[in-house]
């Protein structure tokens, strides 16, 4: 599976690339939203782990293009700013969900062992 991580900071883009790496994942990685957005038309990633608050442009507005330009794209929302309208903003957009930054290793290991369970069920069924 194809995963981008898309983060101004440089350390939780390295420390995704690790987690999603330890459990076999191919790891692309993208500065702010327009990077991201490029990239995802290069990549088609499967899964995007994607930073409200970027330079350049946010990431609910890069989600908003991914979701425009690949709808089956699949992208999770990561803030330390959770606010329950940035929460709602993400779902009406296409988010696949939200996580609260920071969050933990286990958790992320888990996410992506669920989602590559239920993508490979869905393209089984």
């Known amino acids: 599976m194809d995963v981008l991580v898309v983060d101004d900071h440089p350390g939780v883009r390295y420390l995704l690339d690790i987690v999603i790496r330890e459990v076999g994942h191919r790891v692309h990685t993208a500065q702010n939203g327009l990077e991201a957005v490029e ?5 088609r990633p499967n899964l995007v782990f994607m930073d409200v608050r970027m330079p350049l442009m946010g990431g609910l507005e890069a989600l908003s293009k991914i979701k425009k330009m690949y ?20 779902q009406k957009q296409g988010a696949l969900c939200c996580m609260a930054k920071p969050f933990d290793v286990d958790s992320i290991k888990d996410f992506l062992e669920d989602f590559t369970h239920r993508t ?6």
């Open 120 to 125: 490979s069920q869905a393209k089984i069924g």
């Open 39 to 43: 990239k995802v038309r290069t990549i």
């Open 71 to 90: 709808p089956d794209t699949q992208v999770v929302i990561m803030t330390a700013y959770g606010s329950d309208d940035t929460i709602l903003q993400a």
